[in-house]
């Protein structure tokens, strides 16, 4: 199971968003949503990036790979957040 869908107790959310809505305003919108755990472990508002240990894609392409947390987003983009796995 992962960090965050145990955080959330969710695997997947389905969210209708304003046209041009842009991936920090819904990063923004989670961490009001789930509350302090999320902002201290995954993202807090105001911030350039997620927390260390965390991606998001936007249609499977790295959010560092389009525009960071200014991307934005459209009708029917897929995004996800996970947790990075590390261990030995």
Known sequence: MGFIRNML????EELELREGTSLKELLGDLSERYGS?????????G???VKYG???TVNGVLMDQLRGVDTP???????????????G
């Open 9 to 12: 107790s969710k695997k997947t």
């Open 73 to 87: 987003l459209k009708n029917g983009d897929h995004v996800i957040l996970m947790s990075l796995m590390s261990g």
């Open 47 to 49: 911030l350039k990036d």
């Open 54 to 56: 965390f991606v998001v």
């Open 37 to 45: 755990d999320f902002k201290k472990q995954v993202y807090e508002p």
